[in-house]
């Protein structure tokens, strides 16, 4: 069975601070794809990254950073110095080629200025 | 501008009207994807399709129907509305590769009494 579990609920942090927020998949395919989607208050949902099971190499771009690990089935993403814009819901997602695709329950962001 | 065009925004409906809410894209995508959005749960999928009258069902399908005659647009179809089905409803679409994740739709709103 495919899983997503992104454990934390909600996370507050104050500006300026760094921040994790956790994604743990499960897949028996050795073939798929791991996203991460934001969702500001404004509802839409925006695309920031794919990674395929291939490449576990990290992905650093502006403030965001990605860590990959095929090892502890991980796809972490890190804010550095939040913002309050960076204020969201954010989604991991798996897609394992069987053209489900998975979400998980997301992580509700609030950076307090 | 390329994006997917979901209506309507807002709908209040009663239990058992039939209700049909629009998705089209322009930019040639093959995948086409249903999501609802509820608390605590993420998205979940309701319906997929591959390409034109290829579509299968996604992990919640129950109460809701789907067709693909045109590659542009996957029409949602709630034959028999009931408040369960009371949610934020996502239609989103992707290359056939899912490389550069999905584009959404921003979102229909629903409420049935």
């Known amino acids: 069975a495919q899983k997503v579990t992104q454990a934390q609920t909600e996370i507050s942090v104050v500006e300026k601070e760094d921040v994790t927020l956790d994604c743990v998949y499960e897949?028996?395919?050795?073939?798929?794809?791991l996203f991460w989607y934001k969702q500001p208050p404004s509802g839409e949902l925006v695309f920031l990254i794919r990674?395929?099971?291939?490449?576990?190499q990290n992905e650093i771009s502006g403030r965001y950073s990605w860590n990959f690990q095929k090892s502890t089935s991980s796809f972490n993403f890190t804010i550095t110095a939040s913002q309050v814009v960076d204020s969201a819901v954010y989604f991991c997602?798996?897609?394992?080629?069987?053209?489900?695709?998975?979400f998980g329950t997301g992580t509700r962001l609030k950076v307090l200025a | 501008e390329a994006q997917v065009t979901q209506n309507p925004r807002y709908l209040i409906t009663v239990t058992g009207k039939k209700l049909t809410v629009t998705c089209s894209q322009n930019?040639?995508?093959?995948?086409m994807s249903w999501y609802r959005q509820d608390p605590g749960l993420g998205l979940r999928q309701i319906y997929y399709?591959?390409?034109?009258?290829?579509?299968d069902k996604g992990d919640v399908p129950e109460g809701y129907k789907v067709s693909r005659k045109e590659k542009r647009n996957f029409p949602l179809i709630l034959e028999s509305p009931s408040p369960n089905q009371t949610s934020l409803y996502f239609c989103?679409?992707?290359?056939?590769?899912?490389?550069?994740?999905?584009?959404f739709g921003s979102g229909t709103r629903l409420t049935v009494v």
């Open positions: 989103a679409s992707s290359f056939k590769d899912r490389f550069y994740g999905y584009t």
């Open positions: 897949t028996r395919d050795t073939t798929y794809y």
């Open positions: 990674r395929n099971s291939f490449d576990e």
């Open positions: 997602a798996l897609d394992s080629g069987t053209y489900k695709y998975i």
């Open positions: 930019m040639n995508h093959e995948y």
């Open positions: 399709s591959m390409n034109v009258e290829v579509t």
